[in-house]
Nanobody, 126 residues
């Protein structure tokens, strides 16, 4: 059974930092591209970042570039998102997702990627 379980979400002041984790099981983690996608209150999903199956390549949305860092630990089957200099507009439910190929859609809905987690909430009060 495939599972993606996010954790690490919290309420943090603007300018603060958080590290999200996503524990993966039930599939060959090292063979999949991994993604972070977020959904802000009352808005659609926003693609945030991606990391290649070997961890060598990362891509980021312009809105988070330079502030967020994505990484993965093959031995722990875990994905991470380190978020620095958080802003109120980063407030969202953050989902990790997995797929065998890379894609970066201009718009995204839940289910676009093969596997999704249940999300973890990040709140940055204004």
């Amino acid at each position: 059974q495939v599972q993606l379980v996010e954790s690490g979400g919290d309420s943090v002041q603007a300018g603060g930092s958080l590290r999200l984790s996503c524990a993966a099981s039930g599939f060959i983690f090292s063979s999949y591209w991994m993604y972070w996608v977020r959904q802000s209150p009352g808005k659609g999903f926003e693609w945030v970042s991606a990391i290649s199956s070997d961890g060598a390549t990362t891509y980021y949305a312009d809105s988070v570039k330079g502030r967020f860092t994505m990484s993965r630990d093959k031995g722990k089957n875990t994905l991470y998102l380190k978020m620095n200099s958080l802003k109120p507009e980063d407030t969202a439910m953050y989902y990790c997702a997995a797929d065998v190929v890379f894609s970066r859609p201009s718009s995204i809905t839940k289910g676009f990627y093969l596997y999704w987690g249940q999300g973890t909430q990040v709140t940055v009060p204004s």
